[in-house]
């Protein structure tokens, strides 16, 4: 029966390694000292900031602790300088313990390779310890969305949703990612990990709030789950531009992540922040 399951996943690894690992797994450490971490709003920046210096190791749906197993990796092998985290009012949201990357980043997890009885079963066999059934739904999920998208028409575009279209999208994004009154209290433990990391290794972070449409912000009322607030009580500075873009929903996908146009202007603001 193992000799079965072993070979069942070697099969499904080569069918969606390009599909759900390789876009997610760095093939080798880039070269340089600073970083940016974040989840899909982070991500819609792709690698713009590199001529600020700073690779963008942000993913959609990653939370802190696959941030922290990414940081980890990185020290393991180059000297961090900086890194600029996402703590969007949402990042320590009970969702994220659902929605996450736990089965993708535990490839940046350190582990003996040349132990096969530690390789085999925490990377192949249980992803980061679920069960089994674990990596079959999350490979043929990854079939699935790449399926999808291959198939799906031009979305519709923000600014061409009506004020009763924005408001419904809007709603339901709250109830998502505010519906749980209660913080996560694991992602909120690798949040305070990943500032202990950065203390040790000299390695300054600063805080980074993405952009909102302006029926989003006004929806969320003010409602966060502090991720600023405990860079803020560790010492380290937040760059709040949650209302940056709030009168222009041209520069949105949706409300509260950038387009292509969003992300270039925001790109800028940044990188002319970083020279003064």
Request: hydrophobic residues 35%; neutral net charge; charged residues 20%.
């Amino acid at each position: 029966m193992g000799v079965i399951l072993l070979t069942l996943n070697f099969i499904l690894l080569s069918k969606v390694n390009r599909l759900y690992l390789n876009d997610y797994v760095i093939q080798e450490i880039p070269p340089y000292t600073n970083f940016l971490f974040g989840d899909s709003h982070g991500n819609a920046l792709d690698q713009r900031l590199q001529p600020g210096g700073i690779f963008n190791f942000s993913d959609g749906s990653d939370s802190y602790i696959d941030m922290e197993r990414k940081l980890n990796f990185l020290l393991k092998s180059i000297k961090v300088d900086t890194i600029y985290l996402s703590v969007d009012n949402h990042s320590l949201a009970q969702y994220r313990d659902r929605l996450n990357n736990h089965p993708r980043s535990i490839f940046y997890v350190h582990l003996n390779r040349n132990n096969f009885f530690e390789l085999i079963p925490k990377r192949y066999l249980v992803y980061n310890n679920p069960t089994y059934l674990d990596l079959i739904m999350q490979s043929f999920k990854a079939i699935i969305i790449n399926q999808h998208t291959q198939n799906e028409s031009k979305p519709k575009q923000w600014q061409d949703f009506s004020e009763i279209e924005r408001i419904k999208a809007s709603s339901f994004r709250y109830r998502m990612q505010f519906g749980n009154q209660e913080r996560s209290h694991k992602i909120s433990e690798a949040l305070a990990n990943i500032i202990t990391l950065c203390n040790e290794n000299n390695i300054t972070i600063i805080g980074i709030k993405f952009p909102l449409d302006g029926v989003y912000y006004d929806i969320i009322n003010g409602k966060n789950f502090k991720a600023d607030s405990m860079l803020r009580s560790a010492g380290f500075e937040v760059w709040d531009y949650s209302q940056f873009f709030l009168k222009q929903p041209e520069l949105f996908n949706d409300q509260d992540h950038l387009n292509q146009t969003g992300a270039e202007l925001f790109t800028t603001e940044i990188l002319d922040r970083i020279k003064y």
